[in-house]
């Protein structure tokens, strides 16, 4: 059995859910230790929780340490199985985060399973579901993943109450290129729930405000969720390309501030000449090491990149090399057999 340190690196969540997704994908046992450890409070929450206890019914694994504040597992699952599921976390957890460690599962899995997700959709610390829908899906899509996402209803904190439906078909994936490109067009959306109309209408304007020279279409939508909330998500595309941009609204901060810093990102992105914003390049290196031979243009390797990087190295037979590229790296993702590296007992 594979151990995994969680406090390696960046010592979030995100390392419970890369070795789980690699757990779940290879049909390999592993156990995390010190999990979350880098959090103030560390060990499992109830997203976490809710994941560990999706993919054990999704690969009917066996399972030790799942509980509520747990900082080590043991996850030793069989095959992945396709089928309708509801996982439901009780809180405002990032239903886009659960998807980020149950996806690799439910493309490997026979045939076509339908998942219901429920907590929240536009939450701090992880992407909005609108930038799953509009930047991690098409990218996937263009691997070859055969997926869809419907957002059903949104989920703010802290009530939550959000849900999606994800439908997914087993898909073999090919890399991807995204490398930059001539972008025509600027797409998004500003949605709210329990505040005047003139909020989002802000948000909407300092947007379009920041992005003069590019055209722009945003939508607003009043999403009625249980709790207030606002969001404004942006995206834009080229043949190798794909860029989103979000902020998320904040009790005392101003609405032209929310959707400046939206338009903003998205204009230094574009201006940079970048093939992926950096969240977008963050959550395809899994999917990139599983594919093999991809490259990604982004402003720069977070910290959350270079754990998963890290990590990824070690489970799967991959290289991830960087460069410089006018302000921008370039990260290459390789198959090189010769450097698999062991993780200790």
């Known amino acids: 059995m594979l151990t995994i340190d969680g406090s390696m690196g960046e010592g979030g969540g995100q390392i419970l859910r890369i070795a789980l997704a690699w757990s779940a994908l290879r049909s390999e046992p592993v156990r995390i230790r010190n999990i979350r450890a880098n959090r103030p409070k560390p060990g499992l929450k109830p997203q976490h929780l809710t994941t560990v206890l999706a993919l054990k019914e999704i690969t009917d694994a066996k399972v030790k340490g799942a509980n509520l504040g747990s900082t080590d597992i043991e996850f030793i699952p069989s095959e992945p199985r396709r089928g309708s599921y509801i996982f439901d976390c009780g809180t405002a957890g990032s239903i886009t985060l659960m998807i980020q460690a149950i996806?690799?599962?439910?493309?490997?899995?026979?045939?076509?399973?339908?998942?219901?997700?429920?907590?929240?959709?536009?939450?701090?610390?992880?992407?909005?579901?609108?930038?799953?829908?509009?930047?991690?899906?098409?990218?996937?899509?263009?691997?070859?993943?055969?997926?869809?996402?419907?957002?059903?209803?949104?989920?703010?904190?802290?009530?939550?109450?959000?849900?999606?439906?994800?439908?997914?078909?087993?898909?073999?994936?090919?890399?991807?290129?995204?490398?930059?490109?001539?972008?025509?067009?600027?797409?998004?959306?500003?949605?709210?729930?329990?505040?005047?109309?003139?909020?989002?209408?802000?948000?909407?304007?300092?947007?379009?405000?920041?992005?003069?020279?590019?055209?722009?279409?945003?939508?607003?939508?009043?999403?009625?969720?249980?709790?207030?909330?606002?969001?404004?998500?942006?995206?834009?595309?080229?043949?190798?390309?794909?860029?989103?941009?979000?902020?998320?609204?904040?009790?005392?901060?101003?609405?032209?501030?929310?959707?400046e810093k939206a338009g903003k990102e998205m204009r230094e992105y574009l201006e940079a000449g970048a093939g992926a914003d950096a969240h977008l390049a963050d959550q395809l290196l899994l999917y990139a090491a599983m594919a093999g031979n991809s490259e990604i243009l982004t402003a720069g390797v977070s910290s959350h990149a270079k754990t998963a990087m890290e990590l990824l190295a070690m489970l799967e037979d991959v290289r991830f090399g960087t460069e410089d590229r006018s302000g921008n790296i370039l990260i290459r993702v390789e198959r090189d057999y010769s450097r698999r590296q062991k993780l200790p007992n």
């Open 103 to 259: 996806l690799p599962a439910l493309l490997k899995a026979k045939g076509e399973s339908k998942v219901i997700l429920r907590g929240g959709t536009d939450v701090k610390w992880s992407p909005p579901a609108d930038h799953t829908t509009h930047a991690l899906l098409p990218a996937l899509k263009r691997m070859g993943a055969s997926l869809d996402m419907k957002l059903i209803r949104r989920g703010y904190y802290p009530k939550g109450g959000g849900e999606v439906l994800l439908t997914v078909k087993h898909s073999k994936l090919r890399g991807i290129s995204l490398t930059g490109g001539r972008i025509e067009e600027i797409r998004g959306k500003v949605n709210y729930s329990g505040l005047p109309a003139h909020v989002p209408e802000r948000m909407e304007r300092s947007a379009v405000k920041e992005l003069e020279d590019y055209r722009s279409t945003i939508e607003i939508e009043n999403s009625k969720a249980r709790s207030p909330g606002a969001a404004i998500s942006l995206v834009a595309e080229s043949e190798n390309s794909i860029i989103g941009a979000n902020a998320l609204g904040e009790r005392g901060l101003k609405a032209e501030i929310v959707g």
